[in-house]
């Protein structure tokens, strides 16, 4: 007989437990050494590198279907690239850093040391399960502290297989992954933590961050928002198209970076279509049957998705398909790659991010209404930019604020461990990634170490003529 699935109740309590014996751990060891530190890089390491067929299969059973390569190149690459680049960096970072003192203090000395938080908590998204908890997880570990995740529930095979393999790997006090449904992220995120990372949705991150605000729990939020592709004049449509197609089908656009909507120099839209269509048929040919296109996450997922599109065609804008006589499939969940032009601003489709590979084009007049139109909307988690004019890319860059920037391609500024990764405003806050991350989980404590020689017996009561004097000359 099969037995009862866990109840959230019980879930919870055992997520309860969890975080007492992690804060406990972290509290009886507060600094950690490099050494320990390496130790549980090299274990994420060896748990990722020792079971990626068994993670590309976990995350097929749980989207219906996800071409393996793609597991391989967005999900398992990035992680081990994170974690080795947190192992041979992380000694350096640790270091306590010597800080000026000012001429009045001196011969006092002052430094900045990197303390561990302690226990944090990383709530993980269903759109790249390993990527998006391993990441962290590097940053965390490379800072000395200890980590809860929670697992998407859209995604319960990688949550079960990643909860399973983490005991072979960790101590239970070091790493402890976390299933269950939404009732038990809400009790997750309403744990006081050291620090809690939250990626996902605007609208969930705005939950988290009342829910962390009972304990005043610092935050990093990682969320979403409509990513602009701007298109200069002049810039070869067909290279733009290539890369934009290629950055919005990967994970059939279920990525949070995707490429949400194009602005195009009005006139150029049948050429840049065009060349959209031949990207696609030349990535996926043989489309219904490719085994490199990406099925959406779940039915709710993709009924949302082609609302869009049935909204978008009753208000009178011009669905294009990318792929000929290949329309949406409910039964694998498929959904073709589809531009829309024309689709008019208060529709859902332009005013949501999409996470899915449908684009809609947007003409402009010239590269300053191009600019307006992304700073009349909320700042993007990231934008792309077409152009070889240094001139016009500085005024983009300058003009603009969004999370992060890829130029003349797209997605791969989050595949940089040199740079900081997060949004702003509505697309998140806080900063990961490298440093970064290591900077994100770690307090910066200022120490100041007096000299035995030091003039501070001058400024005491009782203040006299040569306080005076000296304030004066302070003051001055």
Same mark, same amino acid.
């Given at each position: 007989?099969?037995?009862?699935?866990?109840?959230?109740?019980?879930?919870?309590? $055992?997520?309860?437990?969890?975080?007492?014996?992690?804060?406990?751990?972290?509290?009886?060891?507060?600094?950690?050494?490099?050494?320990?530190?390496?130790?549980?890089?090299?274990?994420?390491?060896?748990?990722?590198?020792?079971?990626?067929?068994?993670?590309?299969?976990?995350?097929?059973?749980? #989207?219906?279907?996800?071409?393996?390569?793609?597991?391989?190149?967005?999900?398992?690459?990035?992680?081990?690239?994170?974690?080795?680049?947190?192992?041979?960096?992380?000694?350096?970072?640790?270091?306590?850093?010597?800080?000026?003192?000012?001429?009045?203090?001196?011969?006092?000395?002052?430094?900045?040391?990197?303390?561990?938080? /302690?226990?944090?908590?990383?709530?993980?998204?269903?759109?790249?399960?390993? #990527?998006?908890?391993?990441?962290?997880?590097?940053?965390?570990?490379?800072?000395?502290?200890?980590?809860?995740?929670?697992?998407?529930?859209?995604?319960?095979?990688?949550?079960?297989?990643?909860?399973?393999?983490?005991?072979?790997?960790?101590?239970?006090?070091?790493?402890?992954?976390?299933?269950?449904?939404?009732?038990?992220?809400?009790?997750?995120?309403?744990?006081?933590?050291?620090?809690?990372?939250?990626?996902?949705?605007?609208?969930? /991150?705005?939950?988290?961050?009342?829910?962390?605000?009972?304990?005043?729990?610092?935050?990093?939020?990682?969320?979403?928002?409509?990513?602009?592709?701007?298109?200069?004049?002049?810039?070869?449509?067909?290279?733009?198209?290539?890369?934009?197609?290629?950055?919005?089908?990967?994970?059939? /656009?279920?990525?949070?970076?995707?490429?949400?909507?194009?602005?195009?120099?009005?006139?150029?839209?049948?050429?840049?279509?065009? $060349?959209?269509?031949?990207?696609?048929?030349?990535?996926?040919?043989?489309?219904?049957?490719?085994?490199?296109?990406?099925?959406?996450?779940?039915?709710?997922?993709?009924?949302?998705?082609?609302?869009?599109?049935?909204?978008?065609?009753?208000?009178?804008?011009?669905?294009?398909?990318?792929?000929?006589?290949?329309?949406?499939?409910?039964?694998?969940?498929?959904?073709?790659?589809?531009?829309?032009?024309?689709?008019?601003?208060?529709?859902?489709?332009?005013?949501?991010?999409?996470?899915?590979?449908?684009?809609?084009?947007?003409?402009?007049?010239?590269?300053?209404?191009?600019?307006?139109?992304?700073?009349?909307?909320?700042?993007?988690?990231?934008?792309?930019?077409?152009?070889?004019?240094?001139?016009?890319?500085?005024?983009?860059?300058?003009?603009?604020?969004?999370? /992060?920037?890829?130029?003349?391609?797209?997605?791969?500024?989050? $595949?940089?461990?040199?740079?900081?990764?997060?949004?702003?405003?509505?697309?998140?806050?806080?900063?990961?990634?490298?440093?970064?991350? #290591?900077? $994100?989980?770690?307090?910066?404590?200022?120490?100041?170490?007096?000299?035995?020689?030091?003039?501070?017996?001058?400024?005491?009561?009782?203040?006299?003529?040569? #306080?005076?004097?000296?304030?004066?000359?302070?003051?001055?």
């Amino acid at each position: 007989m099969n037995s009862a699935p866990p109840r959230p109740i019980d879930q919870i309590a $055992a997520l309860e437990a969890a975080f007492v014996r992690s804060r406990l751990a972290a509290r009886a060891e507060p600094a950690p050494d490099l050494a320990v530190r390496r130790r549980r890089l090299r274990g994420l390491e060896a748990l990722l590198h020792d079971h990626m067929d068994e993670f590309a299969a976990a995350i097929a059973a749980d #989207f219906g279907h996800r071409s393996p390569h793609e597991t391989r190149l967005l999900e398992m690459f990035p992680s081990l690239e994170a974690i080795r680049h947190a192992h041979r960096h992380v000694g350096r970072w640790m270091r306590p850093a010597g800080r000026p003192v000012s001429l009045w203090f001196q011969p006092a000395r002052a430094e900045v040391r990197p303390q561990p938080l /302690g226990c944090v908590g990383i709530v993980a998204p269903w759109n790249y399960p390993v #990527f998006l908890t391993a990441g962290p997880l590097a940053a965390a570990f490379a800072a000395g502290n200890r980590a809860l995740v929670k697992l998407s529930e859209f995604t319960p095979a990688t949550a079960a297989l990643m909860a399973r393999l983490a005991p072979a790997y960790f101590a239970a006090d070091e790493l402890a992954v976390v299933e269950g449904d939404a009732e038990v992220a809400r009790a997750f995120a309403r744990l006081p933590f050291d620090h809690l990372l939250f990626t996902g949705s605007t609208a969930v /991150g705005r939950q988290v961050m009342g829910a962390a605000a009972e304990n005043l729990t610092p935050l990093t939020l990682e969320l979403g928002g409509k990513s602009p592709a701007i298109v200069a004049p002049g810039y070869p449509l067909a290279k733009a198209a290539e890369r934009i197609l290629v950055g919005k089908c990967l994970n059939a /656009g279920q990525t949070c970076i995707a490429p949400d909507y194009v602005l195009l120099p009005a006139g150029s839209e049948d050429d840049f279509l065009a $060349a959209a269509r031949a990207t696609v048929t030349a990535c996926y040919p043989d489309f219904a049957r490719n085994p490199d296109y990406s099925a959406i996450v779940n039915d709710r997922h993709f009924r949302r998705l082609v609302g869009y599109l049935e909204d978008a065609r009753a208000a009178g804008a011009e669905i294009v398909p990318l792929v000929p006589a290949c329309p949406p499939d409910p039964a694998s969940r498929r959904l073709p790659p589809t531009a829309i032009v024309g689709a008019a601003a208060e529709l859902p489709l332009m005013r949501e991010e999409i996470f899915g590979p449908l684009l809609p084009i947007v003409p402009y007049a010239d590269l300053d209404a191009a600019i307006a139109y992304v700073n009349e909307r909320e700042r993007p988690l990231a934008l792309y930019l077409f152009d070889t004019d240094r001139g016009r890319i500085e005024r983009v860059l300058d003009n603009t604020v969004s999370g /992060g920037v890829t130029v003349n391609d797209t997605i791969l500024h989050i $595949a940089q461990d040199s740079l900081p990764f997060g949004g702003v405003g509505a697309s998140g806050m806080g900063h990961y990634h490298g440093r970064e991350g #290591f900077l $994100a989980f770690s307090k910066l404590k200022p120490v100041f170490r007096q000299s035995r020689l030091n003039a501070m017996g001058l400024f005491k009561p009782p203040y006299g003529r040569l #306080f005076e004097g000296l304030v004066r000359l302070l003051l001055r």
